[in-house]
DNA sequence: TTCGACTATGTCGGATCGGACATATACTGC
DNA sequence: GCAGTATATGTCCGATCCGACATAGTCGAA
């Protein structure tokens, strides 16, 4: 966000923050949802570039359209094993999962 | 193994391999347990290197001390979820479990 | 605007996971 | 040997997860 916007929203009497403030995790609680946030970044670039529908890519993994929606939602109701496993599914290798986790935002 | 053992075993008919050849894994199903047991052995260090014991380390993180050593054993009941937010409570970094992940063996 | 393709959200039943307890095994000092 | 400490293994049941279905929302083309 840019700091016209942030001032903008702040001044209507908006706070402007993160999870963890919002929500008051605690850090090791932030880096959790960041991690899960980062992998299903990565599974929604990896269905993107390939030019594949998430109906497509969902049946590739013997999953459902929905699943694979909150997937890429990270959704409350998915595990970092079920983003692992679609991923290295799709292809990836260990060595990119570990890397998005390690440096992705 | 060294070779000599190696011959021998097989010289008696045991076959040598890791767990895709025994278990007939698929790649992804192979990447899935290696990374799974990185993490694991990841978990043993740090504790160790603190000095700790199973059954602190488990109260620290709010579990016991069997599932702690289900943990360091990458048993089949242990999710990576579990094993990455045990790192994270104990002070492992997201970049930290990212490079286990992506490069140890 | 209506249609069609794609994505998002809510829910449910069966499957898996996790803390806890009991118990077994391993190792060390006596 | 035995006792004490640490780790490993088996099991149970409540909690969470996952595929599936239904349905709602989004977007672009005709």
Redesign the interface.
Known sequence: MDHDKKDRLEGAGWRVGNAEDFLELSP?ET??V??KLALARFLRNVRVQQGWTQAQTAKRLGSSQSRFAKMEAADASV???LL??SL??LGA???????????AA
Do not use: C, M, N, P
Not at 93 to 98: A, K, L, M
């Open positions: 090791e880096a959790f960041e991690l595990s970092v094993d692992v496993k290295l599914g290798t260990r060595e990119q999962v570990g890397e998005v986790i390690a440096r």
